[in-house]
T-cell receptor
């Protein structure tokens, strides 16, 4: 069952912050985050395996609340290169299910 | 490093034709996956293979078959293409021995398939 991402789209100016949420109706084993530029392959950003764990990639970080079956991705001081579609992938027992994606547009 | 290589990159088929999408990885990964990506729906798993010689169905397997030829190669076959199978197809791989979702997945560049 696909996780639910919100918002569907967000527009930012350079330097602004944003949060993307991912929630599942099932207990989660792990949460993955990927970014995809138009016409390209998804690129791995980070994986979270423990409840409450936070990880970072440059100025992009994420948290995982195992009890709430939710994860959030934080884009801090956004850069033009952050533009793209962000997908969360959730694993319960096996295999990943991906959300529909959040399109982020960062403008100068 | 090539990573995950998919061929072809583009293909146009007529309804009822068959074709095979090829995928190869050079990272010595155990698990391989085929996804389709449609607008507004994210990535949906078609089939996966946790190891050489094993394959399992994902969320949307109908109309597709797969072969894990060896550790490097995992092919996807459309026996009788239908317009509903127009999509972008991605192959991915990871180190996981059990496809449990605890390893990063590496994606190929995709195959853009149109069925008329």
């Amino acid at each position: 069952q696909q996780p639910v991402q919100s918002p569907q789209a967000v527009i930012l100016r350079e330097g602004e912050d944003a949060v993307i949420n991912c929630s599942s109706s099932k207990a989660l084993y792990s949460v993955h985050w990927y970014r995809q530029k138009h016409g390209e392959a998804p690129i791995f950003l980070m994986i979270l395996l423990k409840g409450g764990e936070q990880k970072g990639h440059d100025k992009i970080s994420a948290s995982f609340n195992e009890k709430k079956q939710q994860s959030s991705l934080y884009l801090t001081a956004s850069q033009l290169s952050y533009s793209g579609t962000y997908f969360c992938g959730t694993a319960n027992d096996y295999k990943l299910s991906f959300g529909a994606g959040t399109t982020v547009t960062v403008r100068a | 490093n090539a990573g995950v290589t998919q061929t072809p990159k583009f293909q146009v088929l007529k309804t009822g034709q068959s074709m095979t999408l090829q995928c190869a990885q050079d990272m010595n990964h155990n698990s391989m996956y085929w996804y389709r990506q449609d607008p507004g729906m994210g990535l949906r798993l078609i089939y996966y293979s946790a190891s050489e010689g094993t394959t399992d169905k994902g969320e949307v397997p109908n109309g597709y078959n797969v072969s894990r030829l060896n550790k490097r190669e995992f092919s996807l076959r459309l026996e009788s293409a239908a317009p509903s199978q127009t999509s972008v197809y991605f192959c991915a791989s990871d180190r996981d021995r059990n496809s449990r979702g605890n390893q990063p997945q590496h994606f190929g560049d995709g195959t853009r398939l149109s069925i008329l």
